[in-house]
């Protein structure tokens, strides 16, 4: 009964460590470097975004995330800075980190441009074992917080125009394993785990179609994949009015349907909103899940502004 106890620590680490293991967002069109860090550079400007998650209301420990993203153009030239912090919580788990980017961006054709991106930072992944029932008392779990802090790293390109884009991205590049046992625990109990930090493979495409002066359509599609989950594909269409005010939905494979709006104040604040209905048999439990952002862009005082 011991070892099962320890298999059950083993078990709730490797939930980390296996499927999807990063968030999803459903506003990945307006935050898009969350996905994707070649997008550092594209506009002129630094920007800041921040989304806040609650998934599957209603359901005990559902995952809860926020992440802080703030990236732009290098002064004036060919670079991209970034850089995020990020925290997901599951239950008794917990993962949180940060990373910063490069990006570069150089001409294919008059019209088309491609920028090559490496972003680097680390990982910390914890287990509360006291959010676990355990028949036995397991020396590992009256421990405390069982911690485990390894490098990452994002490797990601980004081809496009001025009406489309194609990208992709490769997190958790390192494949680094997860340390919350030491030997000498794993060779008592004859106990080897496989937990690490497995690559994902993200792609996202979209187009931008100019119906007027006044609305702009954009459809999208993010494709998601970890082994040994399934892949996952998000469908998106977002529609802006005069820059300002947008609409959209989206749905995820399999999983849930969204909806979405947003409104820009000014040219410096965004403000937006999300709502998922969970599609699956998990939506006889949920009331749906929520999720907030919030943006700045730093984009020049103009001397308009400076004589008010």
């Known amino acids: 009964m011991k070892k099962i106890s320890i298999l059950i620590l083993i ?3 490797g939930l980390i460590a296996n499927a999807q293991q990063l968030p999803q967002f459903t506003q990945y069109m307006i935050n898009d470097y969350v996905f994707n860090p070649a997008i550092a550079g594209i506009e002129s400007n630094y920007q800041m975004k921040s989304n806040i998650r609650n998934q599957w209301v ?34 008794p788990t917990s993962r949180n980190g940060m990373s910063l ?17 490496l972003a680097g930072g680390f990982t910390q992944l914890q287990l509360n074992p006291n959010h676990l ?11 405390g917080t069982l911690s ?14 001025a009406n489309w884009f194609l990208g992709a991205s490769i997190p958790q590049l390192l494949n680094s394993k997860l340390g919350f046992f030491d030997d000498n625990y794993l060779e008592t109990y004859n106990l080897n785990p496989d937990g690490s930090l497995d690559r994902h493979y993200f792609a996202m495409a979209g187009y931008k179609w100019a119906i007027n002066y006044d609305y702009v359509v954009e ?4 494709v998601k994949s970890v ?19 947008w609409l959209g939905t989206n749905y995820r494979s399999g999983s849930d349907i969204g909806l979405l709006l947003g409104y820009a104040i000014g040219d410096r604040y965004l403000i937006g909103y999300s709502y998922d209905m969970v599609t699956s048999e998990l939506g006889d439990y949920t009331s749906g899940s929520h999720e907030f952002m919030l943006g700045i862009r730093f984009v020049p005082v ?7």
């Open 133 to 143: 029932s355990f028949k036995h008392p397991e020396p590992q779990a009256q421990a």
């Open 219 to 222: 459809p999208s599609v993010l």
């Open 227 to 245: 082994s040994p989950a399934p892949t996952q594909l998000d469908f998106g269409v977002k529609v802006t009015y005069q820059d300002k005010l």
């Open 11 to 13: 078990i709730a680490t």
């Open 302 to 308: 103009s001397e308009a502004e400076i004589m008010k």
């Open 148 to 161: 485990s802090a390894v490098p990452d790293a994002t490797f990601a390109f980004h081809l496009y125009t």
């Open 101 to 117: 980017s490069y990006a570069y961006h150089f001409n294919l054709t008059q019209e088309m441009k491609m920028s090559l991106a």
């Open 58 to 91: 209603g359901v005990n420990d559902a995952p809860r995330t926020t992440v802080l993203s703030i990236y732009g153009k290098h002064r004036d030239s060919n670079v991209g800075l970034g850089g995020v912090v990020f925290s997901d919580r599951v239950g």
